[in-house]
């Protein structure tokens, strides 16, 4: 058994310490991952909470032919669209540059960041489609499982998101260089 | 790993998602109070003898009067018009067989859709193409 699946065990015993190193590795990733998709840093915070706190109470319910990072995202997923459908960026949030946690979270770099491009650019699945695959390393099947949907819509919507990023990329590379000859 | 996958990557690392001591302290607290909820495997009920007895009867007894309320309804006659008489209807003899008017079809129409087959065919030749490079490019992504 491997440490993973022997700490799930001990957690759906109800050892919390069992939870806690188990998901001690994903909290940073999830929470990444949230601020991309939420509309405050208060927000990302409450959905990592949420999504913490759902993952431990419904432990039992983890169905170990799948990878625990799957059955996670899904869980993150639904929090940050509670979050949304709660109507917070109804208020304007996300197009407010001041309050906007992904922008304040970027490091100042000369070009914009694809995946702020990725956000105004992609629908909601896309974007998540995109960022399980490019920065999760998650395989086609575990991302159609995540969105609940098929891995033929998964990797077509991947590969429209490919190439709408491509051109994002090139025109930052053109516009570079532009700026670089004045 | 291509330039838009290196890219992405880099991009993601770029966004500062560290937690704090504040952050942790609260999820710790938050998952202090949470007890995990065990699976619930619904039992199935077994049903009494008495219980297929008493439904069994009741779908027989359904059934049977379905059978007699059908064989007891009368045929209603027909409304007759007023003013018109029924044709009589003599036994032995054979109704008119029923004339149809006969359609005049446009053969204009059938002319036209000539050129319209043809668009359809280069259309999906078009459309089997585009299908093909898109499976390619899948193909060759992932």
Redesign the interface.
């Known amino acids: 058994m491997s440490n993973e699946a022997a700490l799930i065990e001990a957690?759906?015993n109800?050892s919390?310490a069992a939870?806690?190193s188990l998901v001690f590795s994903y909290?940073?990733?999830l929470?990444?991952f949230l601020?991309?998709r939420t509309s405050s840093f208060a927000d990302a915070?409450d959905a990592?909470?949420d999504t913490?706190?759902n993952a431990?109470?419904?432990?039992?319910?983890y169905d170990s032919r799948w990878r625990f990072s799957t059955w996670l995202y899904r869980i993150a997923i639904n929090n940050a669209a509670k979050l949304k459908s709660a109507g917070t960026e109804e208020l304007g949030d996300l197009h407010d540059e001041g309050n906007d946690p992904?922008a304040h979270?970027?490091?100042a770099?000369d070009r914009e960041?694809?995946?702020q491009c990725a956000r105004r650019q992609l629908s909601d699945e896309v974007y998540t489609a995109?960022?399980l695959r490019?920065?999760e390393d998650m395989s086609?099947n575990d991302i159609s499982a995540v969105l609940e949907r098929s891995v033929s819509w998964t990797?077509?919507n991947?590969?429209r998101g490919?190439k709408t990023?491509?051109v994002e990329?090139n025109k930052n590379a053109t516009d570079h260089k532009s700026k670089a000859y004045g | 790993m291509d330039?838009?996958?290196l890219?992405?990557?880099e991009?993601?690392e770029?966004?500062?998602?560290?937690?704090s001591a504040e952050?942790d302290a609260?999820?710790?607290a938050?998952?202090?109070g949470?007890?995990?909820?065990?699976?619930r495997h619904p039992q199935r009920e077994s049903k009494s003898f008495s219980f297929w007895w008493a439904s069994s009867l009741t779908g027989v007894a359904a059934a049977a009067l379905i059978i007699v309320v059908a064989n007891l309804r009368t045929p209603e006659p027909v409304p007759v018009a007023a003013g018109t008489t029924p044709a009589p209807l003599v036994a032995g003899t054979t109704p008119a067989p029923l004339v149809l008017p006969s359609i005049e079809w446009n053969t204009k129409s059938a002319v036209l859709t000539s050129p319209l087959e043809q668009e359809i065919d280069n259309l999906q030749s078009d459309l089997k193409k585009a299908e093909e490079v898109?499976k390619q490019?899948?193909d060759r992504?992932?």
């Open positions: 957690a759906k109800g919390a939870f806690t909290r940073e990733r929470f990444r601020l991309t915070e990592l909470q913490l706190i431990y109470r419904y432990l039992s319910s992904l979270c970027i490091a770099s960041n694809l995946w995109m960022w490019y920065v086609v990797k077509v991947l590969l490919r990023l491509d990329l | 330039k838009l996958a890219q992405l990557r991009d993601a770029k966004i500062d998602a560290g937690i952050l609260r999820l710790a938050s998952l202090h949470v007890k995990p909820e065990s699976v898109v490019d899948i992504l992932f």
